[in-house]
């Protein structure tokens, strides 16, 4: 199986199916666990020097970071019904949540700053992840974007997806893997894959332009694709929806892409 495609094993105690390191993944910042709790289930953690975008996928949830209790969080029982809810925590905090219901419960991690002044934690609620509508026909999809440059963070990007059947994302093909900005910057990405209905699968492509690194990945519900370089579209065939959640970090927190020239004629 390609390194690049990561499957979720058996949960353990705190119900974690999925845990990808900077370490496992061979890179320095992104950081991506998926918990799957059941009703009283909970998952807790410490933060350390890393901050920290809990996601809700699905399900509700009581969420405590250090002694305050942000009380129950979540609505939506599918990611393909609704807008997310989320929570921003920062570095040197520890946090728990305890399923109300089911919940599938996503920890997006990258490099804090736990030198200087904490910023607070917060609930991103779901009329703060600004939803648009991109591209046209069957590039159409909808993005959320849950943790965008322009909200507070030390290093984190988070946004999700749904790219309904038959229509093609992150497309046409882009990348951001050179720290050369004002023009592209370098971000290492993960994609959280969900299709539904869930028997179905996806396919995504993740090459460069010298072709060193080109692999076609069959993607199946609950699967990660790690974005180490390069270019990196997603495609939904006919009759699957497909939802991804994406987790970026970077030696700086800015998100500029540099399309393959090979398909930019596309968007003129």
């Not at 410490?46 to 609505?75: N, P, Y």
């Not at 599918?78 to 929570?87: H, R």
């Not at 990945?217 to 579209?233: Q, T």
Request: net charge negative; proline share 8%.
């Amino acid at each position: 199986m390609s390194k690049l495609l990561v499957k979720p094993t058996a949960p353990d105690a705190q119900g974690r199916v999925l845990n990808i390191t900077p370490e496992t993944a061979g890179w320095t910042y992104v950081g991506f666990d998926l918990h799957k709790l059941e009703k009283d289930q909970v998952a807790s953690g410490e933060t350390g020097e890393r901050e920290i975008c809990l996601v809700f996928v699905s399900g509700k949830g009581q969420v405590v970071i250090e002694d305050q209790d942000f009380g129950l969080v979540g609505e939506r029982m599918s990611p393909f019904e609704g807008k997310p809810w989320s929570v921003y925590i920062p570095a040197g905090s520890s946090w728990s949540v305890r399923g109300q219901t089911s919940v599938e419960l996503a920890v997006c991690s990258a490099p804090g700053n736990p030198g200087k002044d904490k910023l607070p934690a917060r609930i991103i609620g779901p009329e703060q992840a600004g939803m648009e509508k991109r591209g046209v026909g069957t590039n159409v999809r909808h993005v959320a974007n849950i943790l965008p440059e322009t909200d507070p963070a030390e290093s984190l990007l988070v946004v999700e997806v749904i790219t309904p059947g038959g229509h093609w994302s992150s497309y046409p093909p882009h990348k951001h893997d050179r720290d050369a900005l004002p023009d592209e910057s370098l971000l290492e990405e993960t994609y959280y894959h969900r299709i539904n209905p869930s028997q179905g699968f996806a396919f995504q492509r993740v090459y460069t332009d010298d072709r060193s690194l080109d692999e076609t990945l069959a993607v199946e519900d609950g699967n990660v694709v790690l974005v180490p370089e390069g270019y990196h579209p997603c495609g939904a065939p006919h009759g699957y929806d497909l939802y991804y959640l994406n987790v970026m970090a970077g030696p700086k927190r800015i998100w500029k892409f540099h399309n393959d020239p090979a398909h930019e004629w596309m968007l003129k």
